[in-house]
Protein backbone atom coordinates (compact mmCIF):
# COMPACT_ATOMS: atom_id res chain seq x y z
CA UNK A 1 0.00 0.00 0.00
CA UNK A 2 0.90 3.66 -0.68
CA UNK A 3 2.00 5.90 1.74
CA UNK A 4 0.07 9.44 2.12
CA UNK A 5 3.07 11.12 0.33
CA UNK A 6 3.38 8.49 -2.13
CA UNK A 7 -0.16 8.70 -2.78
CA UNK A 8 -0.20 12.81 -3.10
CA UNK A 9 3.07 12.67 -5.68
CA UNK A 10 1.50 9.96 -7.84
CA UNK A 11 -2.22 11.47 -7.63
CA UNK A 12 -1.26 15.12 -8.58
CA UNK A 13 1.20 13.90 -11.39
CA UNK A 14 -1.85 12.61 -13.26
CA UNK A 15 -3.80 15.56 -13.48
CA UNK A 16 -3.82 19.03 -14.82
CA UNK A 17 -2.49 21.59 -11.83
CA UNK A 18 -6.32 23.21 -11.61
CA UNK A 19 -7.84 19.47 -10.97
CA UNK A 20 -4.90 18.98 -7.94
CA UNK A 21 -5.68 21.95 -6.49
CA UNK A 22 -9.50 20.83 -6.16
CA UNK A 23 -8.31 17.46 -4.97
CA UNK A 24 -6.12 19.51 -2.22
CA UNK A 25 -9.54 21.67 -1.35
CA UNK A 26 -11.15 18.17 -0.94
CA UNK A 27 -9.00 16.49 1.27
CA UNK A 28 -8.51 20.04 3.48
CA UNK A 29 -12.56 20.24 3.89
CA UNK A 30 -13.12 16.17 3.86
CA UNK A 31 -10.65 16.21 7.27
CA UNK A 32 -13.04 18.97 8.63
CA UNK A 33 -15.93 17.39 7.78
CA UNK A 34 -14.68 14.25 9.00
CA UNK A 35 -13.49 15.37 12.38
CA UNK A 36 -16.32 17.77 12.89
CA UNK A 37 -18.79 14.95 12.20
CA UNK A 38 -16.83 12.04 13.76
CA UNK A 39 -15.82 10.26 10.84
CA UNK A 40 -11.90 8.83 10.52
CA UNK A 41 -9.84 11.49 9.51
CA UNK A 42 -7.06 9.83 7.85
CA UNK A 43 -9.58 7.37 5.76
CA UNK A 44 -11.63 10.98 4.40
CA UNK A 45 -8.36 12.04 3.63
CA UNK A 46 -7.21 9.21 1.31
CA UNK A 47 -10.24 8.60 -0.54
CA UNK A 48 -10.26 12.55 -1.30
CA UNK A 49 -6.64 12.37 -2.53
CA UNK A 50 -7.42 9.46 -5.06
CA UNK A 51 -11.41 10.20 -5.45
CA UNK A 52 -10.86 12.42 -8.90
CA UNK A 53 -7.90 9.80 -9.83
CA UNK A 54 -9.49 8.92 -13.07
CA UNK A 55 -10.96 12.37 -13.96
CA UNK A 56 -8.87 13.04 -16.90
CA UNK A 57 -8.69 9.02 -18.45
CA UNK A 58 -9.84 8.89 -21.77
CA UNK A 59 -13.43 8.50 -22.39
CA UNK A 60 -12.60 5.04 -23.91
CA UNK A 61 -10.56 3.68 -21.59
CA UNK A 62 -12.83 4.17 -18.54
CA UNK A 63 -15.26 2.40 -20.84
CA UNK A 64 -13.29 -0.48 -21.25
CA UNK A 65 -12.78 -0.62 -17.86
CA UNK A 66 -15.89 -1.02 -16.95
CA UNK A 67 -17.06 -3.30 -19.58
CA UNK A 68 -14.36 -5.69 -19.12
CA UNK A 69 -13.86 -5.48 -14.91
CA UNK A 70 -17.23 -6.28 -14.02
CA UNK A 71 -17.73 -2.74 -13.25
CA UNK A 72 -21.24 -1.21 -12.62
CA UNK A 73 -22.71 -1.56 -16.76
CA UNK A 74 -26.00 0.39 -15.40
CA UNK A 75 -23.50 3.82 -15.51
CA UNK A 76 -22.50 3.16 -19.11
CA UNK A 77 -26.27 3.75 -20.21
CA UNK A 78 -25.77 7.16 -18.27
CA UNK A 79 -23.46 10.50 -18.92
CA UNK A 80 -19.33 9.93 -18.87
CA UNK A 81 -19.26 12.25 -15.83
CA UNK A 82 -20.36 9.71 -13.55
CA UNK A 83 -17.54 6.98 -15.06
CA UNK A 84 -14.36 8.50 -13.12
CA UNK A 85 -15.61 7.44 -10.12
CA UNK A 86 -16.34 4.06 -10.32
CA UNK A 87 -13.09 3.45 -12.23
CA UNK A 88 -11.47 5.50 -9.39
CA UNK A 89 -12.02 3.25 -6.77
CA UNK A 90 -11.17 0.12 -9.06
CA UNK A 91 -7.66 1.94 -9.70
CA UNK A 92 -7.53 3.20 -5.84
CA UNK A 93 -7.86 -1.19 -5.85
CA UNK A 94 -5.98 -2.60 -8.26
CA UNK A 95 -3.22 0.23 -8.50
CA UNK A 96 -2.74 2.11 -5.04
CA UNK A 97 -3.63 -1.01 -2.97
CA UNK A 98 -6.41 0.62 -1.02
CA UNK A 99 -8.55 -2.55 1.11
CA UNK A 100 -10.42 -0.62 2.72
CA UNK A 101 -14.19 -1.55 1.29
CA UNK A 102 -15.19 2.47 3.08
CA UNK A 103 -12.62 4.21 1.31
CA UNK A 104 -13.26 2.31 -2.03
CA UNK A 105 -16.99 3.12 -1.57
CA UNK A 106 -16.20 6.36 -0.72
CA UNK A 107 -14.46 7.31 -4.01
CA UNK A 108 -17.22 4.59 -5.66
CA UNK A 109 -20.09 6.64 -4.85
CA UNK A 110 -18.64 10.26 -4.67
CA UNK A 111 -20.97 11.38 -7.97
CA UNK A 112 -23.60 9.28 -7.58
CA UNK A 113 -24.25 8.81 -4.13
CA UNK A 114 -26.34 6.31 -3.10
CA UNK A 115 -29.29 5.10 -1.13
CA UNK A 116 -27.62 4.15 2.99
CA UNK A 117 -24.59 6.70 2.25
CA UNK A 118 -21.93 5.76 5.22
CA UNK A 119 -20.62 8.51 6.94
CA UNK A 120 -17.12 8.34 5.05
CA UNK A 121 -19.59 8.55 1.69
CA UNK A 122 -21.27 11.78 3.05
CA UNK A 123 -17.94 13.53 3.97
CA UNK A 124 -16.27 12.95 0.96
CA UNK A 125 -19.55 13.73 -1.48
CA UNK A 126 -20.14 17.09 0.46
CA UNK A 127 -16.44 17.78 0.71
CA UNK A 128 -16.15 17.58 -3.49
CA UNK A 129 -19.22 19.56 -3.37
CA UNK A 130 -17.77 22.71 -1.37
CA UNK A 131 -14.00 22.82 -1.18
CA UNK A 132 -12.94 26.20 -1.06
CA UNK A 133 -12.20 25.81 -4.61
CA UNK A 134 -15.97 25.46 -5.95
CA UNK A 135 -18.42 28.09 -7.22
CA UNK A 136 -21.36 27.77 -8.09
CA UNK A 137 -25.06 29.00 -7.92
CA UNK A 138 -25.77 27.65 -4.67
CA UNK A 139 -22.31 26.94 -3.17
CA UNK A 140 -22.20 29.18 -0.70
CA UNK A 141 -25.72 28.07 0.73
CA UNK A 142 -24.70 24.49 0.81
CA UNK A 143 -21.22 25.22 2.65
CA UNK A 144 -23.71 26.95 5.25
CA UNK A 145 -26.01 23.79 5.58
CA UNK A 146 -22.49 21.80 5.94
CA UNK A 147 -22.09 23.35 9.08
CA UNK A 148 -25.12 21.89 10.77
CA UNK A 149 -25.66 19.03 9.05
CA UNK A 150 -24.08 16.42 6.44
CA UNK A 151 -27.39 15.52 5.61
CA UNK A 152 -28.97 18.65 4.61
CA UNK A 153 -25.90 19.57 2.80
CA UNK A 154 -26.39 16.64 1.26
CA UNK A 155 -29.56 16.95 -0.28
CA UNK A 156 -28.71 20.77 -1.24
CA UNK A 157 -25.65 19.73 -3.34
CA UNK A 158 -27.57 16.81 -5.01
CA UNK A 159 -30.38 19.42 -5.72
CA UNK A 160 -28.13 21.31 -7.22
CA UNK A 161 -27.31 18.74 -9.73
CA UNK A 162 -30.51 17.77 -10.68
CA UNK A 163 -31.58 20.63 -11.40
CA UNK A 164 -28.56 21.26 -13.38
CA UNK A 165 -29.31 18.59 -15.75
CA UNK A 166 -33.31 19.07 -16.13
CA UNK A 167 -32.04 22.57 -17.10
CA UNK A 168 -29.95 21.30 -19.85
CA UNK A 169 -32.57 18.47 -20.25
CA UNK A 170 -29.93 15.52 -19.76
CA UNK A 171 -30.67 12.34 -18.84
CA UNK A 172 -30.68 11.79 -14.29
CA UNK A 173 -28.78 8.67 -12.99
CA UNK A 174 -31.84 6.70 -10.81
CA UNK A 175 -29.11 6.34 -8.09
CA UNK A 176 -28.73 10.24 -7.81
CA UNK A 177 -32.31 10.50 -7.45
CA UNK A 178 -32.65 7.74 -4.97
CA UNK A 179 -29.57 8.96 -2.56
CA UNK A 180 -31.13 12.19 -2.68
CA UNK A 181 -34.71 10.30 -1.35
CA UNK A 182 -32.74 8.35 1.27
CA UNK A 183 -31.30 11.81 2.59
CA UNK A 184 -34.50 13.66 3.23
CA UNK A 185 -36.20 10.65 4.56
CA UNK A 186 -32.97 10.54 7.29
CA UNK A 187 -33.94 13.64 8.02
CA UNK A 188 -37.52 13.51 8.79
O1 LIG B 1 -15.36 15.25 -10.49
P1 LIG B 1 -15.83 16.57 -9.98
O2 LIG B 1 -15.97 17.60 -11.06
O3 LIG B 1 -15.02 17.07 -8.84
O4 LIG B 1 -17.31 16.39 -9.39
P2 LIG B 1 -18.24 15.11 -9.51
O5 LIG B 1 -17.48 13.85 -9.36
O6 LIG B 1 -19.35 15.33 -8.53
O7 LIG B 1 -18.73 15.13 -11.03
C1 LIG B 1 -19.88 15.51 -11.32
C2 LIG B 1 -20.38 15.76 -12.67
O8 LIG B 1 -21.21 14.68 -13.06
C3 LIG B 1 -21.28 16.96 -12.52
O9 LIG B 1 -20.81 17.99 -13.31
C4 LIG B 1 -22.62 16.50 -12.95
C5 LIG B 1 -22.33 15.24 -13.70
N1 LIG B 1 -23.46 14.29 -13.72
C6 LIG B 1 -24.04 13.86 -14.86
N2 LIG B 1 -25.07 13.06 -14.59
C7 LIG B 1 -25.15 12.97 -13.24
C8 LIG B 1 -24.11 13.73 -12.67
N3 LIG B 1 -23.93 13.82 -11.34
C9 LIG B 1 -24.79 13.14 -10.55
N4 LIG B 1 -24.65 13.20 -9.22
N5 LIG B 1 -25.83 12.39 -11.05
C10 LIG B 1 -26.06 12.27 -12.38
O10 LIG B 1 -27.01 11.61 -12.82
FE1 LIG C 1 -15.35 13.54 -9.22
FE1 LIG D 1 -13.91 16.11 -7.28
FE1 LIG E 1 -25.06 28.74 10.60
Not at 13 to 42: C, F, I, S
Not at 98 to 126: F, N, P
Not at 161 to 180: D, N, W, Y
Request: hydrophobic content about 40%.
Amino acid sequence: EFSREELIKSVSEQMPAMRWQHTQGVMQTAVKLAEKYGADPAKAERAAILHDVAKYWPVKKMEAMIRDNGLSQDLLLYDKALWHAEVGAFVAKQDYGVEDQEILDAIRYHTSGRTSMTLLDKVVCLADYIEPGRDFPGVNNIRELANHSLEEGLVAGFDSTISLLVSRRQIIFPMTVLARNDLIKQLE
